[in-house]
């Protein structure tokens, strides 16, 4: 027997009427109740940057803030929710816009808010459940915290930032290294172009060390000219770079023999006592050099002089060869 007309309408509402119980309890989020603007992370990232009503659908709450403090040399992370969500994205977004950071999509999951100096690294991560909601935001930034005055030299300032960079990405568990060590990059990048030496060698040893992008060999190679004449250890890493160009994998001639041998004369002049031992083993090998067995003795000598151990053996290897000590001296 069919239903009263009211039952079958009643029926048929039903489903309308409890999903709209559900919205107005708040049980469907409202991320949920939007449709995803992308299925591609890249294209939504545009969305979300862009977009202001994007923005507001998909941010979690709570949503998590992660920042770093400065207290003189150290610097330490905190972390808690944010009071408001949504205002401190469009605070970060502004900052953005002001400083004109670069933005940056790094897929799967994160969008890195960053300038080409280290001043401000900023990282957004996003998490996919229907869509993509940012849960966390990680502000990295250290520009602010090390503000630079009368007193402080810009460039010193930049190797401290780098440093904290660094620091920070060795001490802190976290998903964003790359990121970290960009940022010590990117300062000490600026150090360099403000003057500083040891900026200079820094920048070259972290994109060496493989923690840092790769930078090209001809920026490598005037960074270390460039802080060789005044860092010892400068002068001696630029030896080993003329020789090989950074890459360690398989034994090969040495690319730049003299300039090599130059750059180890100029940081054992320096006072690097490791420069004195490479030239012993360049003299005592002969391969990128003539060999001078005495000369390599005098070098062995020198650098057992100033305090460095485990030079015995070479030096009695070449006594026993009957190589005996004279007045020349390793330079």
């Known amino acids: 027997m069919p239903l009263p007309t009211r039952a079958r309408l009643l029926r048929r509402a039903a489903p309308a009427i409890l999903a709209a119980a559900f919205f107005t309890n708040g049980l469907i989020n409202d991320a949920w109740a939007t449709s ?47 009071s408001d969500p949504t205002r401190e994205v469009e605070r970060l977004l502004a ?44 502000d990295w930034s250290l520009g602010q915290q090390l503000p630079t005055d009368n007193t402080n030299d810009p460039a010193a300032v930049a190797v401290k930032r780098g440093n904290l960079y660094d620091r920070l990405a060795v001490e802190t568990p976290s998903n964003s290294l790359v990121a970290l060590y960009a940022s010590a990059l990117d300062s000490y990048l600026y150090g360099a172009n403000l003057g500083s030496a040891k900026a200079a060698y820094l920048a070259a040893g ?70 004195l031992v490479e030239l012993g083993s360049a003299y005592a090998a002969g391969k990128i050099v003539e060999r001078d067995a005495q000369r390599a003795l005098a070098c062995y000598q020198e650098a ?12 009695e290897a070449l006594r026993a060869a009957g190589v005996e000590p004279n007045n020349i001296h390793c330079l």
């Not at 940056?104 to 080409?116: G, H, Q």
């Not at 400068?234 to 160009?245: G, I, K, P, Q, V």
Request: net charge neutral; proline share 5%.
């Open 304 to 315: 057992k002089a100033m305090g460095v151990h485990g030079l015995q053996p070479s030096i």
């Open 95 to 138: 900052l953005q816009k002001s400083n004109e950071l670069n933005v940056e999509v790094n897929s799967p999951d994160r969008i890195t808010l960053r300038d080409n100096k280290g001043e401000f690294l900023i990282i957004l991560l996003f998490e996919r459940t229907n869509c993509w909601e940012l849960k966390k935001i990680e």
């Open 36 to 82: 995803c603007p992308a299925e591609h992370f890249d294209d939504f990232t545009k969305s979300f940057i862009q977009n202001t009503k994007t923005r507001q659908a998909y941010i979690q709450k709570p949503l998590t803030l992660q920042r770093v403090v400065v207290q003189g040399d150290q610097a330490s992370v905190t972390s808690n929710k944010a």
């Open 206 to 275: 972290i994109s060496l060390s493989g923690q840092a992008p790769r930078l090209h060999n001809t920026l490598i190679q005037s960074l270390l000219e460039t802080a060789s004449h005044s860092d010892p250890d400068a002068a001696l890493t630029l030896a080993s770079f003329y020789c090989d160009e950074g890459e360690y994998s398989a034994p090969r001639l040495c690319l730049n023999p003299e300039k090599s041998m130059e750059a180890l004369r100029s940081s054992a002049r320096l006072g690097a006592s490791a420069a």
